[in-house]
């Protein structure tokens, strides 16, 4: 029978998202505290705006379709004549129904800011949340595309760079979209068995997870942040990029778990390694908590031209159920003259591989290689994100285009934030982390530095020589009935934990504070004897 130190090594080798699960096996079985599960960042909140305006806007599509065929149990399509008119005489006449004043100003916004066509605009929303056709175009319909482009550019770029430069495949989720952009930079050469690749760690896990896999056998090279600094890259550390055999850097910005976004001074190294040294690197930046921080600014402003952009909606609107993210490139990018100026007999395998969809396959462009490689190419035809979804995306995106100047809908999510993470420091009875450019949405504690905090070095030093590093958060799942997630699996210090502040309710903060506390306090006593 194994020992507890053996178990825990045997479930050190797994990723901690797994290990998560064990750990929450462990709390249901301890009969003596109700289990607190901080350790998955799915919000506990929805936005409400988008989504009522989401369901009235379906009533206005039914009637649309009615009014072009209307039998027992059926319509037909909606028609684009006269559309936008009829969308504002429905708002209008339905103005006592929630989500109506919000259509209002979401049809102004886009029809007198962005200077889109009602009409077009109001076929492609009915059209789409009935769900009646087919993505076209497949990579996001066109008027899905000048919104998102606008919110992404309010809100990741900081308005830096003008309207219609990037373009953007509408895609599930976060997720889904690292797995296309791994497979679509393999499958063109651009990262090839045995190449090296940068990861600013601490890092979301599957991002240290998928290089190692057969699929694409790459070497990692992390570039740390400095827990002793704010969680900052030191300039030291981001000169490994200056290195030629390099070829990608993957960043998750803000960091998860730190949850700090980069510096100005991180930014600008990196902008001048690119302009100077490295213009081959490719940057995927993925900034799906960029907009918990107030002025974010994303690398995709920094160096656009490198830069492959990853944004996921799920967690600022407690939508990930909904699935919804896009990928961003901009239209002059570096990545697309790479594949150009490959050797001849790669870009003949690229030519084999996608002159099923193109007369001129060489000549692709790499986000419609991603939108093709997503569909195995032969189902390229039937590519792109379901409709609804894209609505709902628009919905969401002109929810905070509509509120940019008051930012309403932000501050009363980071104050909601902000309480949790405060009671959980004082339950611990020390002073919160006041770092800059926070997005709060996780916390890591370092668990030793804690110990040496609250206690002594000697303690915090004997804690991690005669412990396994998952000992803290099995010890709490078990004992204590809360799980947390090991920092270790993320690259971040051992015996590290990181704490969502997302998915608990703000009373139950204090309890997890105390858990933690308490357990120390355990060690402490043992250590003591």
Same mark, same amino acid.
């Given at each position: 029978?194994?020992?507890? #130190? +053996?178990?825990?090594?045997?479930?050190?080798? /797994?990723?901690?998202?797994? &290990?998560?699960?064990?750990?929450?096996?462990?709390?249901?079985?301890?009969?003596?505290?109700?289990? *607190?599960?901080?350790?998955?960042?799915?919000?506990?909140?929805?936005?409400?705006?988008?989504?009522?305006?989401?369901?009235?806007?379906?009533?206005?599509?039914? +009637?649309?379709?009615?009014?072009?065929?209307?039998?027992?149990?059926?319509?037909?399509?909606? $028609?684009?004549?006269?559309?936008? !008119? #009829?969308?504002?005489?429905?708002?209008?006449?339905?103005?006592?129904?929630?989500? @109506?004043?919000?259509?209002?100003?979401?049809?102004?916004?886009?029809?007198?800011?962005?200077?889109?066509?009602?009409?077009?605009?109001?076929?492609?929303?009915?059209?789409?949340?009935?769900?009646?056709?087919?993505?076209?175009?497949?990579?996001?319909?066109?008027?899905?595309?000048?919104?998102?482009?606008?919110?992404?550019?309010?809100?990741?770029?900081?308005?830096?760079?003008?309207?219609?430069?990037?373009?953007?495949?509408?895609?599930?989720?976060?997720?889904?979209?690292?797995?296309?952009?791994?497979?679509?930079? %393999?499958?063109?050469?651009?990262?090839?068995?045995?190449?090296?690749?940068?990861?600013?760690?601490?890092?979301?896990?599957?991002?240290?997870?998928?290089?190692?896999?057969?699929?694409?056998?790459?070497?990692?090279?992390?570039?740390?942040?400095?827990?002793?600094?704010?969680?900052?890259? $030191?300039?030291?550390? *981001?000169?490994?990029? &200056?290195?030629?055999?390099?070829?990608?850097?993957?960043?998750?910005?803000?960091?998860?778990?730190?949850?700090?976004?980069? @510096?100005?001074?991180?930014?600008?190294?990196?902008?001048?390694?690119?302009?100077?040294?490295?213009?081959?690197?490719?940057?995927?930046?993925?900034?799906?908590?960029?907009?918990?921080?107030?002025?974010?600014?994303?690398?995709?402003?920094?160096?656009?031209?490198?830069?492959?952009?990853?944004? @996921?909606?799920?967690?600022?609107?407690?939508?990930?159920?909904?699935?919804?993210?896009?990928?961003?490139?901009?239209?002059?990018?570096?990545?697309?003259?790479?594949?150009?100026?490959?050797?001849?007999?790669?870009?003949?395998?690229?030519?084999?591989?996608?002159?099923? /969809?193109?007369?001129?396959?060489?000549?692709?462009?790499? /986000?419609?290689?991603?939108?093709?490689?997503?569909?195995?190419?032969?189902?390229?035809?039937?590519?792109?994100?379901?409709?609804?979804? !894209?609505?709902?995306?628009?919905?969401?995106?002109? !929810?905070?285009?509509?509120?940019?100047?008051?930012?309403?809908?932000?501050?009363?999510?980071?104050?909601? /934030?902000?309480? #949790?993470?405060?009671?959980?420091?004082?339950?611990?009875?020390?002073?919160?982390?006041?770092?800059?450019?926070?997005?709060?949405?996780?916390?890591?504690?370092?668990?030793?530095?804690?110990?040496?905090?609250?206690?002594? %070095?000697?303690?915090?030093?004997?804690?991690?020589?005669?412990?396994?590093?998952?000992?803290?958060?099995?010890?709490?799942?078990?004992?204590?009935?809360?799980?947390?997630?090991?920092?270790?699996?993320?690259?971040?210090?051992?015996?590290?934990?990181?704490? @969502?502040?997302?998915?608990?309710?703000?009373?139950?903060?204090?309890?997890?504070?105390?858990?933690?506390?308490?357990?120390?306090?355990?060690?402490?006593?043992?250590?003591?004897?």
């Amino acid at each position: 029978m194994m020992s507890n #130190r +053996e178990i825990e090594k045997y479930y050190e080798s /797994i990723s901690p998202f797994e &290990l998560k699960n064990k750990l929450a096996e462990l709390a249901k079985n301890n009969y003596e505290t109700i289990m *607190l599960n901080a350790g998955r960042g799915n919000p506990n909140w929805v936005a409400t705006d988008a989504r009522e305006a989401f369901f009235l806007l379906g009533s206005f599509a039914i +009637e649309e379709a009615r009014r072009d065929l209307s039998r027992v149990g059926l319509a037909g399509i909606p $028609s684009l004549k006269g559309a936008g !008119q #009829r969308f504002e005489d429905f708002c209008r006449f339905h103005s006592d129904r929630v989500g @109506s004043q919000f259509l209002i100003n979401a049809y102004k916004y886009v029809t007198e800011t962005l200077g889109l066509d009602g009409d077009e605009f109001i076929t492609e929303m009915t059209d789409g949340i009935l769900g009646d056709n087919y993505p076209v175009p497949d990579r996001i319909l066109k008027n899905v595309s000048k919104i998102v482009d606008a919110y992404i550019l309010d809100t990741m770029c900081n308005l830096e760079l003008p309207p219609g430069k990037i373009d953007y495949f509408a895609v599930e989720g976060g997720t889904a979209a690292m797995t296309y952009v791994f497979n679509t930079l %393999k499958e063109n050469y651009l990262l090839c068995p045995g190449d090296k690749i940068a990861l600013g760690t601490p890092i979301f896990t599957p991002y240290l997870e998928i290089p190692e896999l057969k699929d694409y056998e790459l070497e990692i090279v992390e570039i740390k942040m400095d827990e002793n600094n704010d969680w900052k890259y $030191s300039e030291k550390e *981001l000169e490994k990029l &200056l290195d030629p055999d390099i070829k990608a850097f993957f960043v998750v910005n803000p960091s998860n778990p730190p949850s700090t976004s980069m @510096s100005k001074e991180a930014l600008e190294k990196i902008k001048t390694i690119i302009n100077t040294k490295r213009k081959d690197l490719i940057i995927l930046t993925d900034d799906v908590y960029g907009t918990f921080v107030e002025d974010f600014k994303s690398l995709a402003a920094i160096v656009p031209k490198n830069t492959i952009l990853v944004y @996921s909606y799920s967690k600022y609107f407690g939508c990930t159920g909904w699935r919804l993210g896009v990928i961003g490139i901009h239209k002059d990018n570096v990545l697309d003259k790479m594949i150009a100026s490959l050797p001849k007999e790669k870009r003949v395998g690229i030519h084999n591989r996608y002159e099923s /969809i193109s007369p001129d396959p060489e000549n692709i462009k790499l /986000i419609d290689r991603l939108v093709a490689d997503s569909r195995a190419v032969a189902l390229n035809h039937t590519a792109g994100l379901s409709t609804p979804q !894209q609505v709902m995306m628009t919905l969401f995106s002109l !929810q905070e285009l509509i509120d940019s100047d008051s930012r309403l809908y932000r501050k009363c999510m980071k104050d909601l /934030i902000k309480v #949790r993470y405060d009671e959980l420091y004082k339950a611990m009875e020390v002073e919160p982390p006041n770092l800059p450019s926070y997005a709060m949405y996780y916390t890591t504690i370092d668990i030793p530095h804690l110990a040496e905090k609250l206690y002594s %070095k000697k303690f915090a030093d004997w804690l991690k020589s005669e412990h396994e590093p998952i000992d803290f958060v099995w010890r709490l799942a078990n004992n204590k009935g809360v799980v947390l997630m090991d920092g270790g699996g993320f690259s971040a210090p051992e015996m590290s934990v990181r704490v @969502s502040l997302a998915n608990l309710d703000t009373k139950d903060y204090k309890k997890v504070g105390k858990a933690v506390k308490e357990l120390l306090a355990e060690y402490y006593e043992a250590w003591k004897w």
